[in-house]
């Protein structure tokens, strides 16, 4: 059974940092994309950011030069460091993988983590 799991998420104030993880547990062959979306309320859920098992990555303008993904290829994991946090980034954050599990060698499937709530208040 595969399954990702995210922490970091949590309360913290304008201008601030957090870095979220999200771990690909369970029987993988491998993972292509791996990337995180947002939901805020009342808005559909949207790309923040992306990054292929190459290293390449790809951000939402609305992130750009604050946000920074990364992944560890050995240990199944991408990160989402955080930095000048504003209001407008409180949402639920998703991981998601593109991945092919030990059972289906060679085909590839959506998987999401259960979100991780980000709130930036004062």
């Known amino acids: 059974q595969v399954q990702l799991l995210e922490s970091g998420g949590g309360l913290v104030q304008p201008g601030g940092s957090l870095r979220l993880s999200c771990a690909a547990s369970?029987?993988?062959?491998?993972?292509?994309?791996m990337d995180w979306y947002r939901q805020a309320p009342g808005k559909q859920r949207e790309l923040v950011a992306l990054?292929?098992?190459?290293?390449?990555?790809n951000y939402a303008d609305s992130v750009k030069g604050r946000f920074t993904i990364s992944r560890d290829n050995a240990k199944n994991t991408v990160y989402l460091q955080m930095n000048s946090l504003k209001p407008e980034d409180t949402a639920v954050y998703y991981c998601?993988?593109?991945?092919?599990?030990?059972?289906?060698?060679?085909?590839?499937?959506?998987?999401w983590g259960q979100g991780t709530q980000v709130t930036v208040s004062s």
């Open positions: 998601h993988a593109e991945l092919s599990p030990d059972s289906h060698r060679g085909k590839y499937y959506s998987y």
């Open positions: 990054i292929t098992s190459g290293g390449s990555t």
């Open positions: 369970g029987n993988i062959f491998n993972i292509n994309a």
